[in-house]
């Protein structure tokens, strides 16, 4: 990583993630295999597809730096404690793409000494590209429009915009959500979710529930670009290249 500026992978690794979301669109608008994980997760044709893409086309990029990524057999631990590795989602909000719904997006990031530094998020059927590094702030772009920088915002006076897990919900986060002043809460589903915290249309995203390091590297890049931050159930740094990339509750906070 060392011969060039991680920010010089962003132009393509948004012109991957967006090629991977045309291949998507082409199974969500056609028909599609679905089967169950280990973990009962559904797993479709699409997933599979996409993730291979998306794999193959970074280590073409970066030959040096390894891939995580869900739907791959080997995720090469060996390899994470020294330099970096990109984390791959090739379609998060599967359940929410298995049942015709248009919450679904390919989630790319490039992770280095346990920070997420580059994020790269799509969302296929809103051609919605989000992306950020470290130094440069975050932005969007809608149906391939002006790039526009985002920001998160300060909290409402009126109260709190939250947004919460629409396939995943947790007594926990009930509990939670009953000490803070809320105006409206959002149900969604994928990693849309950090994107409406980035953006300043959600002012909080807790998370009590099983994530994956895949599930949220890029999310994290663009929120704290943005001004946001990702902290731990106990206010800690949420860090990666945890042992099996599982990680603990989150809360993703805007200003």
């Not at 669109?25 to 599979?48: H, L, N, Q």
């Not at 809103?126 to 130094?135: F, G, I």
């Not at 985002?150 to 509990?175: C, E, W, Y």
């Amino acid at each position: 990583m060392n011969s060039i500026s991680f920010e010089e992978y962003l132009e393509p690794v948004c012109a991957i993630a967006e090629d991977a979301g045309r291949l998507i669109m082409r199974y969500f608008s056609g028909t599609f295999g679905t089967r169950r994980k280990d973990d009962e997760s559904p797993v479709t044709d699409a997933d599979i597809a996409a993730n291979e893409f998306i794999v193959k086309a970074l280590l073409r990029l970066t030959p040096g730096i390894p891939a995580v990524a869900e739907e791959s057999d080997s995720h090469a631990e060996a390899h994470l404690r020294e330099g970096g590795f990109w984390l791959v989602d090739p379609l998060d909000g599967t359940r929410s793409f298995v049942r015709g719904e248009t919450e679904f997006t390919v989630n790319i990031g490039l992770v280095r000494d346990g920070c997420p530094l580059l994020g790269v998020i799509y969302a296929p059927p809103q051609e919605t590209l989000y992306w950020s590094a470290k130094e440069q702030g975050a932005f969007r772009r809608v149906k391939g429009g002006a790039a526009e920088r985002i920001h998160t915002r300060k909290p409402p006076a009126d109260g709190l915009v939250v947004v919460r897990s629409r396939s995943h919900p947790s007594a926990k986060t009930s509990v939670y959500l009953e000490t803070l002043n809320i105006k409206e809460q959002l149900g969604k589903s994928s990693a849309i979710k950090f994107c409406m915290v980035a953006e300043g249309s959600a002012d909080i995203y807790p998370r009590f529930g099983r994530t994956m390091e895949w599930d949220t590297a890029a999310g994290q890049a663009i929120v704290e670009a943005a001004g946001g931050r990702v902290e731990t159930e106990g206010g800690q740094p949420f860090t990666y290249g945890k042992p099996g990339f599982e990680n603990p509750a989150f809360i993703v906070y805007g200003q």
